[in-house]
């Protein structure tokens, strides 16, 4: 035989094999036909794509306040503009920045876990520059909201950690260690979290 004969022999033995291999696979992989029924779309409304904090919602009234919805059986608020769902009643209790923490990562409301201290970012972002006590907008459905420090995740140096003021909406550091009785907690869900 010659020297072509001899590598198309061995090109259609290994093909030959290789169908041989495959088949089986093939025999499980089922009828590819499209589902039954009408077509599914795979586009997403407006009211399903998540926040991108680039949007503003204004709240002139309780009741014209597109900005916030009342979720998780009342427990929670959903902040629209950053899809970020906060504490609806704010406990009154106040905490060092370590106690601060754990009071979040304890807290069960609305039937979930998972909430957090929010980040400095995040704790701004519900601030509304021209209103002071409180700092929010006009319309906001929390309730027992402190004209005072709230803590965040964030710290400013080794020692001292960002709080917002819901008086006036300013940011200051505070000492983390400072004994109780000083600044207030504000949970939250979701988001990306210290």
Not at 35 to 55: A, N, Y
Not at 114 to 135: F, I
Not at 148 to 153: D, F, G, K, V
């Amino acid at each position: 035989m010659k020297r072509g004969g001899t590598i198309k022999l061995a090109v259609s033995i290994y093909v030959a094999i290789a169908v041989a291999m495959l088949l089986p696979c093939l025999s499980h992989a089922g009828i590819l036909e499209p589902p039954s029924g009408p077509p599914v779309s795979t586009m997403k409304t407006l009211d399903e794509i998540p926040p991108t904090w680039s949007q503003k919602l204004p709240c002139d009234s309780a009741a014209n306040c597109p900005r916030f919805e009342i979720v998780m059986d009342g427990a929670g608020v959903l902040d629209k503009e950053t899809g970020l769902v906060w504490q609806k009643d704010l406990n009154i209790t106040t905490y060092n920045w370590h106690y601060a923490f754990q009071a979040c990562a304890l807290l069960s409301l609305g039937g979930r876990k998972g909430w957090r201290l929010p980040m400095v970012e995040e704790l701004q972002s519900l601030v509304d520059p021209p209103h002071a006590n409180p700092a929010l907008p006009v319309g906001h459905p929390f309730t027992n909201v402190q004209y005072e420090y709230y803590w965040s995740a964030t710290s400013r140096s080794e020692s001292s950690a960002w709080f917002v003021d819901m008086g006036t909406g300013y940011e200051w550091g505070f000492d983390k260690n400072s004994g109780l009785g000083n600044v207030y907690v504000w949970c939250v869900r979701g988001g990306r979290g210290g």
